[in-house]
């Protein structure tokens, strides 16, 4: 019997978990990649609940392990940077959680270890799709033709392939947050925690240590002006008038980000779909249902999508559209748990005015107390399930 083959659009998180389990699968796998060469770089991501164990069956959880940031635990800090309280660190959970590991590094991990034969293509992307009966056709921007038997769709949360052929069912929900991102050089003022501040007018920092000897800091602020259609410069000079007087480290952070290659600007959204599949075309991670930091866990939920639509596809290699319900049947669970944000969250995490950092203030002190540590690790768990992973027939058994 001539192998499937599927085509993934992404080689990130969920695109190389893909290739990793359905090559293992017996598929034959391409993966289109629109940067010229893999992506290193990215933020922290950590691993956690049934992504633990998607990891143990790669055989990859020392390797990624030994990635780890460097990050021991997590304080909220005041605007002369004194700890104000510290949260529950040691073990799975906690906001520093055992796995911690930057996006690029653990993305490398994977392509690092993907079974022999994973075809990839960097520098495109597709142009078109047409959904015949028996079989997917691709064509790409860079004028090649491929024919596959499933499309993964795994752009991230800007897809754009998705936008053209699910547009109808994408509800695109701006949670009214704007984040940015870079690499910052450290100084002897750092520490290897998370230091977490924030300021009136619902103003995030954010330093966290990384493995390369730089920080990475991230400025995250709520109810912010529409940036898109902005360039660079623009962008950071909004962000730096709306930091005006936030105090804490937050005329370093702008003054680095100025010249930082690596800055990264945008509005957190969240993307709910309706189907996550249709015919031959299926979505894998943040593109089909990206949850966002606020809600947490999209690095885990990308590793694990990756797994349980291989496994539902080596156990009904006749039926796609059985496979693909399976998958989608699975996995959803886990991801309306994680996009169901409480109410009231916004104004927790951003406080606007001295009442609310007042009120944030003495429950940050509760959550960090002895008495409610056990509670409070309980509030980062994600990907956490009772379903068990479904079986993968691996092509080689
Ligand atoms: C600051 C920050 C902190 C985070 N913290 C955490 C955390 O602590 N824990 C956690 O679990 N998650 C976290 N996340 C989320 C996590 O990074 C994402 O959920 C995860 O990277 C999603 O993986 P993905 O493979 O679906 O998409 P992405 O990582 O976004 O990758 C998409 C890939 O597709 C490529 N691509 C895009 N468009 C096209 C196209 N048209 N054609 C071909 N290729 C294309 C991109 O170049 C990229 O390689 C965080 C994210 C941010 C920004």
Redesign the pocket.
């Known amino acids: 019997m001539p192998e499937s083959h599927v085509v993934i ?9 893909a290739a990793f389990w359905l090559r293992r699968a017996g598929w034959r796998v391409t993966v ?4 010229n060469a ?2 290193d770089g ?7 609940g049934i ?1 633990r164990e998607v990891l143990t069956r790669m055989g990859l959880f020392d390797a990624v392990k030994a990635q780890n940031t460097t990050e021991m635990g997590t304080v909220l800090v005041t605007s002369t940077g004194k700890v104000r309280a510290e949260l529950p660190f040691g073990g799975e959970d906690g906001a520093t ?1 055992e796995l ?1 590991v930057l ?1 690029g590094d ?2 490398r991990t994977i392509l690092d270890h993907l079974p022999d034969g994973v075809e990839f293509i960097y520098g ?3 142009a078109e799709v047409s959904d015949v009966f028996d079989a997917v056709d691709i064509s790409t921007v860079g004028g090649l033709s491929l024919r596959a038997d499933l499309l993964v769709i ?8 998705r936008d053209r052929l699910f547009g109808d069912v994408v509800d695109q929900k701006e949670l009214g947050v704007n ?1 940015v ?1 870079g690499t910052i050089p450290r100084t002897p003022t750092d520490d290897n925690r998370w230091r977490w501040y924030n300021a009136i007018g619902g103003r995030q920092i954010h330093l966290r240590p990384d493995n390369y000897g730089t920080i ?1 800091a ?1 400025l ?1 602020y709520s109810r912010g002006e529409d940036l898109k259609g902005l360039d660079r410069a623009g962008a950071l000079s909004v962000v730096r008038a709306r930091y005006q007087n936030a105090g804490w480290e937050a005329s370093r952070i702008l003054d680095a980000f100025d010249t930082s290659d690596d800055v ?1 600007i ?1 509005q957190l959204t969240q993307v709910r779909m309706s189907t996550w599949h249709r015919g031959r075309v299926v979505m ?5 249902w ?4 606020m809600g ?8 694990t ?1 990756g797994y349980v639509l291989a496994a539902y596809l080596s156990t009904n290699p006749h039926d796609l559209e059985t496979a693909l319900t399976s998958y989608e049947k699975w996995l959803r669970p886990l991801v309306d748990d994680v996009q169901s944000l409480p109410r009231g969250l916004q104004y927790f995490a951003y406080p606007q005015t001295r009442l609310g950092l007042a009120a944030r203030g003495v429950v940050d002190k509760v959550i960090a107390s002895r008495l409610f540590r056990p509670i409070a690790a309980k509030l980062t768990r ?2 956490e399930t009772k379903q068990v992973l479904p079986a993968l027939r691996d092509a080689d058994e």
């Open positions: 659009s992404g080689a990130s998180i969920a695109g190389l978990s289109i990649e629109r940067a893999f992506r990215g933020q922290n991501v950590d691993v956690r992504a959680a911690e996006r653990f993305a495109d992307t597709i795994a752009e991230g949360v800007r897809s754009a392939t984040m991102f990475r991230i995250a990264y945008d894998a991670g943040d593109a089909g990206c949850v966002t930091p947490g866990g999209g690095a885990s939920l990308a590793l999508s994600v990907a």
